[in-house]
Nanobody, 122 residues
């Protein structure tokens, strides 16, 4: 079992930046791929970014490529999502997830955090 807790969300103006953190506890977090997803009201949960357990492989949604960066510090059991050049359409609840395989589908992940709200004003 892995427990995940996100933090770092908030209200930011368009063009601004935020860094989300996801702290893991329980099972050895370094064994798992880590991903970020987001969900806006009335929309399905969508993939944002994912990173392999070693940090050697990363994948991003086209909508965030070049603006967002996923990273992890296995010594601290933490994964990060650095977000730059934020747009109003990035407004959503952001969720951290951990899974045994690297993927872009939400059902490929076994463990989820409770989410943190990101609101980007225009």
């Amino acid at each position: 079992q892995v427990q995940l807790v996100e933090s770092g969300g908030g209200l930011v103006q368009a063009g601004g930046s935020l860094r989300l953190s996801c702290a893991a506890s329980g099972d050895t977090f370094s064994r798992y791929a880590a991903g970020w997803f987001r969900q806006a009201p009335g929309r399905e949960r969508e993939f944002v970014a994912t990173m392999s357990w070693s940090g050697g492989s990363t994948y991003y949604a086209d909508s965030v490529k070049g603006r967002f960066t996923i990273s992890r510090d296995n010594a601290k059991n933490t994964v990060y999502l650095q977000m730059y050049s934020l747009k109003p359409e990035d407004t959503a609840t952001y969720y951290c997830a951990a899974g045994v395989s690297l993927g872009s589908k939400w059902n490929e992940y076994n463990y989820w955090g409770q989410g943190t709200q990101v609101t980007v004003s225009s």
